[in-house]
């Protein structure tokens, strides 16, 4: 299994939800690009981290 953690910046805010686009590592490739979260559970928050694991 791999694992990697992946960090997204504010964007932007829509009507119920707020876009976080990717911050890739130096060097790589964005492995998502933008997610979409719902304001209720985002908040004010102006980075998230998100976790995502691959099985073999």
Same mark, same amino acid.
């Given at each position: 299994m791999t694992k990697k953690t992946i960090t997204f910046a504010f964007e932007k805010e829509t009507k119920n939800s707020v876009r976080y686009k990717e911050?890739?590592?130096p060097g790589q490739a964005p492995v +998502? $690009? #933008? %997610?979409? +979260?719902? &304001?209720?559970?985002? $908040? #004010? *928050? &102006?980075?998230? #981290? +998100? *976790? %995502?694991? &691959? &099985?073999d």
């Open positions: 911050v890739p590592e +998502v $690009g #933008s %997610i979409y +979260v719902q &304001k209720w559970f985002a $908040g #004010s *928050s &102006k980075e998230l #981290s +998100v *976790s %995502i694991e &691959k &099985k």
